[in-house]
């Protein structure tokens, strides 16, 4: 019986301040699901049949009864990928039984804040909607099935999930308040806000647990993300920190690894994902791991070493869908384009993100296979529609692709409004200053563009915006070094942007060639007649009029001077 994600019964209202807005339209309000898009792929593909309707349990037997009565005694140890709440001391009666099968691998891989495979994922969601359709009043429930959700839309790419995970989450908080003792939901919505690129709003989350719980290590990742997303790398690192020094593991190696990527230090977070990869025994939490090392050579232009390591990623875990899409950019780099459009493909069909759709059209564009990218970009724009409905905020990867392929005006408007939310990341700055840049606004692009580099943590993409906008306001040193430095870093960073890199710093290097002579009137051209001259008269004409020495390098392609 499939068990993915179903409906949870409607939240009743309640006006306490932990409690955010309801976003829900009435048709959700009788338990109903709203209209859906086909839903999220099975753990293996193919994708899955679409969940069943919601609809009361059976009456649990009496060895159901037992089995999901242990399992709320641990469910209040979970909450996903870096969204843990771990069971006070005072609340256990002993050890609790074990919980069979995908369940307790989902709590043994979740209560140490890493991820969980995709099919015990599945498991544990199914088992907690079966447990509150009969138990609506356990809000650590409540806030374990909603922080699944969150997990799963973005594993899956399937952004109609971040609704029912909000309505699980403000269920728990009505059964629950935040400042009564529930953390758990409040991390929940800071990871939904996280997923949904509301950066703001996870940041106020994860501070308002922070505040009360210091020592709670849930809180820390959701911190990272929204620090990360706002531009404000300091307080990132120091949330990395103190999650490694509340919480270490391998998940905190891979937070650290991050942070070094961040601040530039490829050496160090190339040794600690390593590292991490090493320690790492799950196949979900190895394949993280070798994917973040995959994701680093590839940043080095080692594009051989990328598709090795994306490789071991699916050999470990052949769920793990993001390495197809790695894999696929590598590939192309190696000029194995069938190999990359192949994974690009398989890639989609199971996890159908817009950046992989504008990745593989901007290769077709690149392969001149313009119906392809153009239905590519068609399909991303369709995507991004979409996810905007559930409210996730995808104006970063908007305004990117309507600058290098629509419009460049409308892009600028996008993402000075992200700028203005204090989205100021590096991705951002670069963004904007590329936009701006395109729409021909160059000098107020430079801004912008220099702030993204000097992160310390810029790309090849990075340094070719700032190289190309200072080519564009005439500064060739800078812009020669910079082109020099995307190129240096990964040759192939882009297949539409690299090409373009050398062929504006072949252009820098070239010598700047002398004006042109005006070139003689052809021979056959009829000559108006002239009258005759004393030969003395003509020699000194002729001296006079002899045209100075031409530059060495001009002599192959000028006729000499007649003697």
């Not at 790695?326 to 780099?333: P, Q, S």
């Not at 690149?366 to 991004?384: E, F, I, P």
């Not at 590096?426 to 000097?454: M, N």
Request: overall charge negative; glycine content about 8%.
């Amino acid at each position: 019986m499939d068990v993915m994600p179903q409906q949870p019964p409607e939240p009743s209202r309640s006006d306490h301040p932990d409690r955010p807005p309801r976003t829900s339209s009435p048709s959700e309000s009788c338990g109903g699901f709203p209209p859906q898009a086909p839903s999220a792929p099975d753990p293996e593909p193919p994708p899955g049949p679409a969940p069943e309707p919601w609809e009361e349990p059976p009456p649990a037997s009496l060895h159901t009864t037992l089995r999901r009565a242990a399992f709320g005694m641990v469910a209040a140890a979970v909450l996903v990928t870096g969204a843990v709440v771990a069971v006070p001391d005072d609340d256990k009666k002993g050890a609790p039984p074990s919980v069979p099968g995908g369940v307790s691998r989902a709590l043994a891989a979740t209560n140490t804040g890493s991820p969980a495979s995709l099919s015990d994922l599945k498991a544990m969601i199914g088992d907690r909607q079966s447990w509150v359709g009969t138990h609506p009043s356990d809000a650590r429930s409540w806030a374990v099935l909603g922080t699944a959700y969150v997990e799963w839309g973005q594993r899956s790419a399937d952004a109609a999930y971040y609704r029912r995970a909000e309505q699980a989450l403000t269920r728990s908080l009505d059964v629950q308040p935040g400042d009564r003792g529930n953390a758990a939901a409040l991390v929940g919505l800071a990871a939904l806000a996280n997923a949904r690129h509301d950066f703001v709003t996870a940041k106020k989350w994860g501070e308002t647990v922070r505040a009360r719980q210091p020592k709670d290590w849930t809180a820390y990742p959701v911190l990272i993300d929204a620090y990360n997303g706002l531009g404000d790398y300091a307080a990132a690192g120091k949330a990395a920190e103190k999650f490694t020094a509340l919480r270490s593991g391998v998940p905190a190696l891979s937070r650290t690894a991050q942070m070094y990527r961040t601040q530039g230090r490829r050496e160090d977070a190339l040794a600690t994902a390593q590292i991490a990869a090493n320690r790492a025994t799950a196949p979900a939490e190895k394949a993280d791991c070798l994917h973040r090392l995959g994701e680093l050579a590839w940043e080095q232009g080692q594009p051989e070493k990328a598709v090795t390591q994306y490789s071991a990623a699916l050999r470990t875990d052949r769920a793990h869908h993001p390495s197809l899409a790695g894999r696929a950019r590598a590939l192309a780099a190696l000029g194995r384009t069938d190999d990359a459009q192949r994974d690009y493909l398989a890639a989609l069909s199971r996890l159908p993100r817009p950046e992989y759709m504008l990745e593989l059209g901007e290769l077709y564009e690149a392969l001149g296979l313009d119906s392809d990218s153009l239905g590519q970009y068609a399909r991303l724009r369709k995507s991004l529609a979409r996810a905007d409905g559930y409210g996730v905020d995808d104006a970063l990867l908007l305004g990117r692709f309507e600058a290098d392929h629509g419009d460049a005006a409308a892009a600028v408007k996008l993402l000075q409004a992200e700028w203005g939310r204090h989205h100021r990341s590096a991705a951002v700055a670069d963004a904007l200053g590329w936009a701006l840049h395109r729409s021909g606004d160059a000098q107020s692009a430079l801004t912008y563009a220099q702030q993204a580099t000097d992160t310390g943590g810029g790309t090849a993409l990075y340094a070719y915006h700032l190289g190309m906008i200072e080519r564009g306001l005439g500064n060739d040193a800078p812009a020669r070094r910079h082109l020099e430095e995307a190129l240096r870093a990964n040759p192939h960073f882009s297949p539409l942007a690299a090409p373009s890199a050398q062929e504006t710093l072949d252009a820098l290097r070239r010598p700047p060639s002398a004006a042109p002579e005006t070139p003689a009137p052809p021979a056959d051209e009829p000559q108006e007649p002239q009258e005759p001259q004393d030969p003395r008269e003509q020699q000194g004409l002729q001296d006079a009029s002899a045209p100075p020495a031409r530059p060495a390098a001009l002599h192959h392609a000028q006729p000499r001077p007649r003697t």
